[in-house]
């Protein structure tokens, strides 16, 4: 399985991104998704993820009502749609693979890079 992120950049406050993961040799119809990132000298947290299982989505209350997780199962890719970003969103954003269900993300993307300016 692998995962390629992409849709990073340079963006100014208030601008908007869309981030894509496109995943392959495995398909994400009945897989857990995530997104996470990790900014200059923090730890990688979590942005959002999804379960499969019950359909529920969960985001990082920093992001709630900027960014948006979705799916194209056709085309195996996970998008991060992020609006009003903000300096503080700058990070290496990764997205992440669930395959067992328990939330433990097996599999990473290569992260791809967010910088907001202010």
């Known amino acids: 399985v692998q995962l390629q992120a992409s849709g990073g950049g340079f963006v100014q406050a208030g601008g908007s991104l869309r981030l894509s993961c496109i995943v392959s040799?495995?398909?994400?119809?009945?897989?857990?998704l995530g997104w996470f990132r990790q900014a200059p000298g923090k730890e990688r947290g979590f942005v959002v993820t999804?379960?499969?299982?019950?359909?529920?989505?969960y985001y990082t209350d920093s992001v709630k009502g900027r960014f948006t997780i979705s799916r194209d199962n056709a085309k195996n890719t996970v998008y991060l749609q992020m609006n009003s970003l903000k300096p503080e969103d700058t990070a290496v954003y990764y997205c992440?693979?669930?395959?067992?269900?328990?939330?433990?993300?097996?599999?990473w993307g290569q992260g791809t890079e967010v910088t907001v300016s202010s």
């Open positions: 040799g495995r398909p994400i119809n009945y897989l857990g």
């Open positions: 999804t379960a499969w299982r019950t359909g529920r989505t």
């Open positions: 992440a693979l669930d395959v067992t269900g328990k939330e433990t993300y097996e599999y």
